[in-house]
């Protein structure tokens, strides 16, 4: 489905980035797997796909830096000659309620989740311009929609990758990009094992389902929107959380 197409997933050494790496690949997308922290476990994606016959190398990156994003997305053009796909998962939390919350713990969430993501897409945004085609697609969080107690950063920056889909939605799609956002709930990633069980029941309660997602459960959206099925698709949220935002 994906044959012959170049994706490049942000944070995609760990939890949903890692899932919508292996998903991509196995449709055939040549998967570029961005990382700023652990090379060992970007590396095991990479080999993990390669075992299934897929495609993929490896880029770190802070997406956050504005002139390292620049350089990255220059490096996959000259490397593939053109870029497809770009998957927005990279993300961070430093939740605390707001009375206690650092102002560094604020800038930190919103330098990776919301400006990290307008630096890849306006670095990315020339060359989907002049390809007349692209797929961007943007990972927020239920917390975006409803937010939530103690991640006041978390939730700012989730809303503004929010506000953020929908206007590079109206300012692309007169050239054949889609920019859509998909805004997972509870997923079982290393980001909610560190709760307690007592939250992740409060948790549950409030998903119609009744438990938490699984990280494929977040590729699978990102796949259907990543392919031309989803051409008349843009602009839009895509909530996959259980049924927690109703």
């Known amino acids: 489905m ?24 196995k449709e055939g997308a040549q998967v570029i797997i961005n990382y700023n922290g652990s090379e060992k476990k970007a ?25 390292a994003c620049e350089k990255m997305i220059r490096d996959v053009v000259a490397e593939f000659g053109h870029l497809d796909i770009l998957v927005n998962n990279a993300g961070i939390t430093r939740d605390g309620l707001i009375m206690k919350m650092k102002e560094e ?7 990776i989740n919301l400006k990290g993501t307008f630096n890849t897409i306006r670095h990315s945004a020339r060359q989907m311009l002049k390809q007349r085609s692209g797929k961007i697609i943007n990972i927020s969080s239920v917390s975006g929609i409803l937010g939530n107690p103690g ?10 990758v929010i506000g953020l889909t929908k206007t590079m939605a109206r300012e692309l799609g007169s050239r ?25 029941e409060a948790a549950c309660r409030q998903i ?3 438990r938490f997602g699984k990280p494929e459960d977040i590729a ?3 796949v259907f929107l990543a392919s031309e099925k989803a051409d ?12 927690m935002n109703v």
């Not at 994706?7 to 991509?24: E, N, S």
């Not at 713990?105 to 330098?111: G, M, R, T």
């Open 208 to 210: 119609i389902l009744g």
């Open 232 to 243: 008349y698709i843009t602009g839009q949220v895509i909530s996959v959380d259980g049924g």
């Open 220 to 222: 699978n959206t990102a």
């Open 105 to 111: 713990d604020f800038d930190a969430v919103l330098n």
């Open 43 to 67: 590396l095991e994606v990479k080999q993990l796909i390669e075992e299934q016959g897929g495609k993929a190398v490896t880029c770190q990156c802070d997406v956050s830096d504005f002139t």
């Open 2 to 25: 994906l044959e012959n197409k170049v994706a490049l997933i942000t944070g995609a050494g760990r939890g949903i980035g890692r899932a919508i790496a292996v998903a991509l690949a």
């Open 151 to 160: 991640q006041a950063n978390y939730a700012a920056s989730k809303a503004g």
């Open 176 to 200: 054949g990009i889609t920019v859509n956002a998909i805004a997972p709930g509870f997923v079982d990633t290393e980001m909610t094992e560190v709760l307690g069980d007592s939250v992740k």
